[in-house]
């Protein structure tokens, strides 16, 4: 008892620090979350934005639009707020202390022209958001996308060669073969009269053209059935995906997951997973003798006369894991976009145009059956193919890009430093210093302002980009779906690609229907149905995975 009575002194004191340390800690960070909101508060007054609180800045009046409740992108919170404000060219949406820097917002090109290009105090433009550090798991730690400075210069450096038009027009044969299974997946829906979700077919062909293009690996995602293969609980595309998923949650607000203990060991497990599985094909391609200059995969081809030493290896890693999460997601939500403009051809006066025009442009290219276009393009030799989809197929191409302007899949995110000296706001009437804010190119409302476009904004046109004196009255930088600067995506010439080859080989043989946020009137004659929107997740993905049926076209009884 006495050694325990003894005991009793030692153990308050104890308890007594650890609440002392708890209450110094706990009055850091609220210290901490002071100075931040206080400095976001004192300045920038001169930026339109709503009005913000003393303590809580705009987390309410904007956090209600921009909640992840509302399972939206948060682009139509800003679309918003944007009206509301008399729609300027950019604003400030102050989220401190939540967020330790303000936002500013960017609904017209000539803000972005002189903040994402080079300058004398920033090189290679403004640094990436921290934000970025959430897609480490998927992108890893020496990923182009997140790399800044020379470091990030010497790795553009090295891939740039392999992601050129001419080189990438050579590997049109591979990318015709992966899309004639996809046609062949498309034939079966067809004939089965199914529902199914589009985002999962095109993800699947889109994985099987980069794989094989950076690694020259063939998974056969488009013919492997869930559960099965790299598709398996421990296989590579499943860790990928779940990685993926996973990191959507970040910055989605407050709530469990950011205690949630479980999510990030089964991040860990995945990454182990998809690193594994990477450094193995890696090492085993880069030591390959097998192989000719044609066959080699674009990783091999970058890293040819340099050691295959650790830190190659894990960088070659992390780039590859970057150009599968862009490779597979913005491509496949592109193509989802595509068969979803052509689907309104059904109920649409000027989409059945579209599509007509279209159509029409095909059969004078490839001939007037309605699969022949992947047939004649197998057959022919690089030049000429190259020639057909990039000066034969204007209304196509045009098609493509009016998608990308009404559904941009990914945007950038940058953090100018607090130091920064040069970088200023033209606003009309003074400059004003953006030392310390995110800067956030809203490709949503920039390719939509009906300032910039025209009344018709809103509406899918793809003449416009066929109309010379309509694109010259357009401002630098609007358009700008993969970014400009000298940190434009660098696989833009991939995606374009792949883009018209899927197009020319399903907009005669298909008729695509969307099932559900069609945006019409119910057939009982109720209120109008809300249209498919995306939301956020890692890019920007249609909300219900672009839920469609599939027929056959009349004209399209069977393949050449």
Same mark, same amino acid.
């Given at each position: 008892?006495?050694?325990?009575?003894?005991?009793? /002194?030692?153990?308050?004191?104890?308890?007594? *620090?650890?609440?002392?340390?708890?209450?110094?800690?706990?009055?850091?960070?609220?210290?901490?979350?002071?100075?931040? @909101?206080?400095?976001? =508060?004192?300045?920038?007054?001169?930026?339109?934005?709503?009005?913000?609180?003393?303590?809580?800045?705009?987390?309410?009046?904007?956090?209600?639009?921009?909640? /992840?409740?509302?399972?939206?992108?948060?682009?139509?919170?800003?679309?918003?707020?944007?009206?509301?404000?008399?729609?300027?060219?950019?604003?400030?949406?102050?989220?401190?202390?939540?967020?330790?820097?303000?936002?500013?917002?960017?609904?017209?090109?000539?803000?972005?022209?002189?903040?994402?290009?080079?300058?004398?105090?920033?090189?290679?433009?403004?640094?990436?958001?921290?934000?970025?550090?959430?897609?480490?798991?998927?992108?890893? @730690?020496?990923?182009?996308? *997140?790399?800044?400075?020379?470091?990030?210069?010497?790795? =553009?450096?090295?891939?740039?060669?392999?992601?050129?038009?001419?080189?990438?027009?050579?590997?049109?044969?591979?990318?015709?073969?992966?899309?004639?299974?996809?046609?062949?997946?498309?034939?079966?829906?067809?004939?089965?009269?199914?529902?199914?979700?589009?985002?999962d077919y095109a993800q699947d062909l889109t994985t099987d053209i980069i794989t094989q293009l950076t690694i020259a690996q063939d998974f056969n995602a488009q013919s492997t059935p869930e559960g099965h293969g790299e598709k398996s609980p421990t296989g590579l595309l499943t860790a990928s995906r779940r990685l993926s998923e996973m990191v959507y949650d970040t910055g989605q607000g407050v709530g469990f997951h950011m205690i949630d203990p479980i999510r990030p060991l089964k991040s860990l497990f995945y990454e182990s997973i998809f690193d594994h599985k990477l450094t193995a094909i890696l090492k085993a391609s880069i030591s390959s003798t097998d192989i000719t200059s044609e066959s080699k995969s674009i990783t091999q081809l970058a890293v040819s006369g340099l050691s295959p030493n650790k830190a190659l290896i894990r960088s070659c890693v992390d780039q590859i894991k970057s150009f599968l999460f862009a490779g597979q997601d913005t491509t496949a939500t592109l193509i989802q976009w595509i068969c979803y403009e052509m689907s309104k051809a059904s109920h649409s006066p000027q989409h059945a145009t579209i599509l007509s025009r279209l159509r029409q442009e095909h059969d004078a290219v490839f001939?007037?059956?309605?699969?022949?276009?992947?047939?004649?393009?197998?057959?022919?030799?690089?030049?000429?193919?190259?020639?057909?989809?990039?000066?034969?197929?204007?209304? *196509?191409?045009?098609?493509?890009?009016?998608?990308?302007?009404?559904?941009?899949?990914?945007? *950038?995110?940058?953090?100018?430093?607090?130091?920064?000296?040069?970088?200023?706001?033209?606003?009309?009437?003074?400059?004003?210093?953006?030392?310390?804010?995110?800067?956030?190119?809203?490709?949503?409302?920039?390719?939509?302002?009906?300032?910039?476009?025209? /009344?018709?904004?809103?509406?899918?046109? /793809?003449?416009?980009?066929?109309?010379?004196?309509?694109?010259?009255?357009?401002?630098?930088? @609007?358009y700008r779906p993969f970014e400009r600067g000298p940190r434009n995506c660098i696989g833009q010439e991939l995606a374009m690609l792949e883009g018209r080859v899927v197009l020319v080989s399903v907009a005669r043989g298909f008729v695509f229907e969307k099932v559900g946020l069609t945006g019409r009137a119910v057939v009982d004659g109720g209120e109008k149905e809300r249209e498919v929107w995306s939301e956020h997740a890692v890019t920007s993905v249609p909300v219900d995975g672009m839920v469609m049926r599939v027929s056959m076209n009349e004209k399209a009884t069977f393949r050449p």
């Open positions: 008892m006495e050694t325990l009575t003894g005991l009793e /002194p030692k153990l308050y004191h104890v308890q007594s *620090t650890l609440l002392v340390i708890l209450a110094l800690y706990l009055s850091y960070r609220i210290s901490q979350w002071i100075y931040k @909101a206080y400095r976001i =508060r004192i300045r920038f007054h001169d930026i339109p934005s709503l009005p913000r609180h003393l303590i809580w800045g705009n987390l309410i009046n904007a956090g209600e639009r921009l909640k /992840p409740s509302l399972k939206r992108h948060p682009d139509y919170g800003f679309e918003e707020i944007w009206r509301d404000l008399g729609e300027p060219g950019c604003f400030l949406v102050d989220l401190a202390p939540v967020e330790d820097r303000g936002f500013l917002i960017i609904a017209e090109p000539q803000y972005v022209e002189a903040l994402v290009n080079s300058t004398e105090e920033f090189k290679y433009s403004i640094p990436k958001s921290n934000s970025y550090r959430a897609l480490k798991s998927v992108l890893g @730690a020496e990923s182009i996308i *997140t790399k800044e400075g020379a470091a990030w210069k010497a790795m =553009r450096k090295r891939f740039n060669p392999f992601f050129q038009p001419r080189y990438i027009h050579s590997l049109t044969g591979s990318i015709v073969s992966r899309v004639d299974i996809f046609v062949e997946r498309l034939q079966s829906l067809a004939k089965s009269g199914i529902t199914f979700k589009m985002a001939g007037p059956h309605p699969f022949s276009a992947l047939h004649v393009l197998s057959s022919l030799a690089t030049a000429e193919s190259e020639s057909i989809l990039t000066s034969k197929l204007p209304y *196509t191409t045009a098609f493509i890009k009016e998608t990308l302007r009404l559904h941009p899949p990914a945007a *950038t995110v940058r953090a100018v430093p607090w130091e920064a000296t040069s970088l200023s706001l033209p606003l009309p009437s003074h400059p004003v210093s953006i030392a310390g804010l995110q800067i956030y190119p809203s490709l949503y409302l920039i390719q939509r302002n009906p300032n910039i476009w025209g /009344p018709d904004a809103h509406l899918f046109n /793809p003449g416009r980009w066929l109309d010379d004196a309509y694109l010259a009255r357009l401002p630098l930088g @609007a």
